[in-house]
């Protein structure tokens, strides 16, 4: 990021000292969506750049890391601060691509409202219409931007109607595309002002005026207005657009505006929307915080005079000046030259042990893309960047060390698709080591596994895409690895019951070694573990070498027999022995142990236990039919089926875990990326022979 902090013609970064002049929004949507490109336009309208910058060039101020330039797409969450009208508007962009969905829900948790942004060539697709549920169920305020408007098969009409399908009545357009006579859009007409930008001939805009005074003062506070309206009085448009802010913000109201960032038809408009139509930190809920072990919960608002408490959202690591946490400031103001409090907690199982830290911020930045300006203050409902944090990871809690408080962590993805690496070389494995450290730290997406029973390091992202990513940065931070095929950890257990005699005896002088055990061995219940039983009589083992020889056995237990499988379910009794009274020792009868549980496998015969895995998959239910056959194919056993949210279905299955390694990509394929899922070991069962 530091590359870039005095780039020729970009403007000084505003600093605003007053919550209610900050406005953030999350740019939602499938890839090639435009919302990239949207936010280039953007920028260059408002002078914050001198000119807009290109995906296909890879010199967009968004997409400024490696993978994304390569891959032409958004891989990382991306905030680009403009000033609009005397307002500071924080535009936060995010990958379109399911698997990044991290990225997204970390977008979500910054802003205070979502901009849905649809191509008018494509209309709404389903894992969109999945993020819009996502984000009516945290009440996050939404509007929609119908873009691409410049494209031969742009059909802002019918991509209208589909928006109004997938998202509900409350999506009411704030302009209408006006046509040209070769079928373009030449410009826009005001629903609620009549006026008309661009060029073109106004058109009749008065049901869509109806609707939209209707939805708006149905939100609004003043009860006299509906009866005003029905009477036919004409209400003020400052009333309007004041409730208009009050409808979006309740989320009963989902304004419509087109743009074409290409022509910048529209994109006044959409800056005068964020400003008069979205809510300020103001209106974000209070967040919930407790002390940094979960006591003392209490609300917090907005307040720059309040306690601290800030929320890393975003980490990057930058080859100039390190690790770079970005921001959102929920509480208090952020100054530099300070101390902060540092917590995270509840992310251990995905590798982020539990930590607090007193750090000092040393310098202040608003973040444009890669590029940091330098600010004086950072108050409550900003975002800023803050460098070299050494223990602040995505996800942390930044507050004032003399009253450190913690945020509950966000929602985030389940990593469910593995990836076998290997380093190629010794210093590469220095070097893979030192990044996967610093990768985990930036990804909570990311989970890391160092299995001790195949010996693999196991890298569990939420997709393909996301896989190439984390490879593709392991490999810039110096690391030559590769990958693999990925080794289910597989059981073994007794066919049927049977005794094995175990005898060990030797003479080389001296003392000898000498010890003799008789075992009776059955299969036990799946997951009941070894249970090691005692049924000598008359001191044929003396009581010390009893332990000796269930030691044997399990050692004998977790080596394996075949392949180094260890050995589960098993009942193991010892019945018989003999001992010497001077050449008898623990390790003789620990090998009295072992050999017994060796002789008496040969008789009864080995299973191979192979992990079955509990899977829900949430589907649309026209998806069913698809998503139930791929089961089978998988040799899953599907154990019911529920009614979900109105149109979706969750399956429950139990399939076996080898044939679930590449499942996250496969489900997304059959279902145009809707479904999504979630697996839980559940038990062992016999391999197919």
């Not at 202040?364 to 070299?388: H, N």
């Not at 408080?405 to 290997?422: E, F």
Request: with cysteine; glycine share 10%; proline share 7%.
């Amino acid at each position: 990021m530091g590359s870039k902090q005095n780039a020729p013609g970009v403007q000084a970064a505003p600093a605003p000292t007053d919550p209610s002049g900050i406005r953030n929004v999350v740019l939602v949507g499938p890839s090639a969506a435009g919302k990239t490109t949207l936010v280039e336009a953007l920028l260059a309208t408002t002078g914050t750049i001198p000119r807009s910058g290109s995906v296909v060039d890879g010199t967009t101020v968004c997409d400024h890391d490696s993978a994304a330039v390569e891959q032409q797409r958004s891989v990382a969450l991306s905030v680009a601060p403009l000033d609009h009208d005397g307002h500071k508007i924080n535009l936060i962009d995010t990958p379109g691509y399911a698997d990044f969905v991290g990225e997204l829900r970390a977008g979500l948790r910054a802003a205070d409202a979502a901009l849905f942004v649809v191509s008018a060539e494509e209309g709404v697709d389903a894992a969109t219409r999945a993020i819009w549920q996502e984000c009516a169920r945290v009440r996050m305020p939404r509007a929609v931007v119908l873009s691409r408007l410049d494209q031969h098969r742009a059909d802002p009409a019918t991509a209208l109607e589909s928006c109004r399908e997938a998202f509900g009545a409350g999506v009411l357009p704030l302009h209408l595309p006006l046509r040209g006579p070769d079928g373009g859009t030449t410009g826009l007409a005001g629903v609620l002002t009549g006026t008309v930008s661009g060029t073109g001939a106004a058109r009749d805009c008065e049901r869509e005026r109806a609707e939209l005074i209707e939805a708006i003062i149905a939100e609004s506070e003043d009860e006299s207005l509906m009866d005003r309206y029905v009477a036919g009085e004409r209400i003020e448009e400052p009333v309007l657009i004041r409730d208009l802010e009050t409808a979006v913000a309740r989320g009963g109201l989902h304004p419509v505006l087109p743009v074409c960032a290409a022509t910048e038809l529209g994109l006044p408009e959409l800056l005068d929307g964020v400003v008069r139509g979205f809510p300020s930190p103001l209106e974000h809920p209070s967040v919930q915080v407790t002390d940094p072990h979960g006591g003392n919960p209490r609300e917090l608002p907005a307040d720059p005079a309040g306690p601290l408490v800030a929320e890393v959202v975003h980490t990057s690591v930058d080859s100039y000046v390190g690790r770079v946490s970005l921001a959102r400031v929920f509480s208090g103001t952020v100054l530099p030259e300070r101390a902060v409090h540092v917590s995270g907690h509840g992310m251990a199982e995905r590798g982020h042990p539990d930590h607090d830290e007193d750090e000092r911020v040393a310098h202040l930045y608003s973040p444009l893309g890669s590029g940091l300006r330098g600010v004086p203050r950072c108050v409550a409902g900003d975002l800023c960047a803050l460098t070299k944090l050494g223990s602040a990871e995505t996800g942390d809690t930044l507050s004032d060390p003399g009253s450190p408080l913690l945020l509950s962590p966000w929602p985030m993805p389940d990593p469910l698709l593995p990836v076998a690496v290997v380093a190629r070389t010794r210093s590469d494995e220095d070097a893979l080591a030192r990044n996967l450290n610093r990768l985990v730290a930036a990804d909570p997406s990311l989970r890391l596994q160092r299995d001790g029973e195949t010996h693999q390091l196991v890298l569990w992202c939420t997709g393909e895409a996301h896989a190439d990513v984390v490879l593709q940065r392991l490999r810039d931070g110096g690391a030559e690895i590769d990958t693999e095929p990925l080794r289910v950890p597989l059981r073994q257990t007794f066919r049927q019951a049977a005794k094995g005699h175990g005898s060990h005896k030797k003479q080389s002088g001296g003392h000898g070694q000498f010890a003799v055990c008789d075992i009776e061995v059955e299969p036990a219940p799946r997951g009941s573990g070894i249970e090691f039983a005692d049924r000598v009589v008359g001191g044929a083992i003396p009581k010390q070498f009893i332990a000796s020889v269930e030691k044997g056995v399990r050692a004998q237990v977790e080596r394996g027999l075949e392949d180094g499988l260890p050995l589960v379910d098993l009942k193991v009794t010892l019945v018989d022995g003999k001992a010497h009274s001077v050449d008898s020792s623990d390790a003789a009868f620990q090998t009295a142990g072992a050999l017994a549980l060796r002789g008496a496998a040969e008789q009864a015969g080995l299973v191979t236990l192979e992990p079955v895995d509990a899977v829900a998959v949430s589907i649309p239910d026209e998806h069913l039919g698809v998503i139930l056959g791929d089961l089978s194919s998988r040799r899953g056993k599907v154990v019911g089926t529920e009614p979900e949210d109105t149109g979706w279905t969750v399956v429950r299955a139990h399939v076996p875990a080898s044939e679930l390694a590449r499942y996250s990509i496969n489900v997304r394929s059959l279902s145009s990326g809707s479904a999504t899922f979630t697996r839980r070991f559940e038990r062992y069962d016999p391999m197919p022979t």
